[in-house]
């Protein structure tokens, strides 16, 4: 549900709406285009000998990556009104490693404010419970630390989150869980026969294009969310506005105005700028000054070798509300579980919690079933790990 500064703001976003861009999507359409021709000719480029493979792999790095922030515009429902459709764009394969109907049905619980950033409600916490935290060994405390460094995130991000991923897929078919088991085998398809196609018909090893183009890939786009979120009390609080350069922003399309998207998340990408900095002061004030003015530059310079923040959640309560929401939701319905997770949520106000709890049943079913899969399933090793962004 759209969330607007006031009604004056609710205009200009609707007068924004009304334009020809928006109408007709034509800036994501080129962008749909752009990306995966240009993906196509850099590979073709490279197996004709036009372009030398220590000039073709960055290119596929930034095309794969630029590829997961497309797949993030799609599954919010650009550029067409058909989920079928987007669903198709978003299939393609080229990062590999993330089926795209596992990352829009994660992402869509991402998307409850009032439960952002608590390990286990919200599928892409990059933080851990204090149970968590006491029970890990001294290897697993390393990892959680080093993935909050920007240096360390692009190191051990990826294989931490594929890894987890990966291993909640089996913990998921072991349990009789079969919900994705499709979505599983329709991907893993699309990934051999496109890694088959590269090496058999464009002379490029498939192991190759996995360590030198998707491995990096994911490196890059996880370096938006190194801290995009923080833990606070006010769920606004916790979202973050990067001031990016260009070339960053065109990248992430726009989604460094993080809280402008999570108060409007149906808002095309090509538009969040301008609703930004028509109202940059408001948004710095409704996020409690939770602004990166130097960009992913910034971070760099400040986090490199140091963690932006502690992996533990400040939350203390938080055990107690993943295992309330897991238990209310194996209790045949005795209690809504993203509602469970609401009232034991630490982080809120008491009208925080009147709101979040009167929003509980908000979205439709098909976007409430996956918190109830996030709350009940989520793995303990990484519970950021479905989720790239």
């Not at 036009?50 to 922030?69: C, E, G, K, N, Y």
């Not at 650009?78 to 590999?96: D, E, F, K, Q, Y």
């Not at 490693?97 to 869509?108: E, K, S």
Request: overall charge positive.
């Amino acid at each position: 549900m759209d969330e607007y500064l006031d009604s004056a703001h609710a205009r200009e976003v609707a007068a924004l709406r009304s334009t020809f861009a928006a109408r007709t999507e034509w800036p994501t359409w080129l962008l749909v285009v752009v990306i995966h021709g240009g993906w196509l000719a850099v590979v073709m480029s490279m197996h004709a000998g036009r372009l030398p493979r220590f000039a073709a792999t960055p290119l596929l790095v930034i095309l794969s990556a630029w590829h997961m922030s497309l797949q993030h515009e799609l599954l919010h429902g650009h550029p067409t009104r058909s989920a079928l459709v987007n669903r198709l764009l978003g299939s393609v394969p080229l990062a590999i490693w993330y089926p795209y109907t596992i990352y829009r049905d994660t992402h869509l619980a991402h998307h409850r404010d009032a439960t952002l950033t608590v390990p286990g409600i919200d599928p892409e916490s990059t933080y851990v419970l204090r149970e968590q935290w006491n029970d890990a060994n001294a290897v697993q405390r390393y990892l959680w630390r080093t993935r909050k460094r920007f240096v360390g995130r692009l190191i051990v991000g990826p294989p931490l989150s594929v890894s987890t991923m990966l291993a909640e897929a089996i913990g998921e078919w072991r349990r009789g869980d079969r919900r994705y088991a499709r979505t599983w085998f329709a991907h893993a398809i699309a990934a051999c026969l496109l890694l088959a196609w590269l090496q058999c018909a464009e002379g490029i090893a498939w192991w190759y294009y996995l360590l030198a183009v998707t491995w990096p890939a994911l490196s890059v786009a996880m370096i938006r969310s190194l801290y995009e979120h923080r833990a606070a009390d006010d769920p606004k609080h916790r979202i973050a506005i990067n001031e990016a350069g260009l070339p960053m922003r065109l990248l992430y399309l726009n989604n460094n105005y993080h809280v402008v998207h999570h108060d409007l998340p149906g808002l095309p990408w090509y538009l969040l700028r301008r609703v930004y900095l028509g109202r940059a002061r408001a948004y710095a004030d409704k996020n409690g000054g939770y602004v990166i003015r130097g960009g992913y530059w910034e971070l760099l310079k400040r986090y490199a070798w140091r963690e932006t923040d502690a992996p533990v959640h400040p939350a203390a309560g938080a055990a107690r509300a993943r295992r309330g929401a897991t238990e209310a939701h194996g209790a045949a319905g005795a209690i809504d579980a993203s509602t469970a997770g609401v009232e034991r949520a630490p982080l809120m106000s008491e009208r925080q919690r009147a709101t979040a709890l009167r929003n509980a049943g908000g979205p439709a079913a098909a976007d409430r079933a996956p918190i109830d899969r996030g709350i009940q399933s989520l793995p303990l090793a990484d519970a950021s790990a479905k989720v790239m962004r």
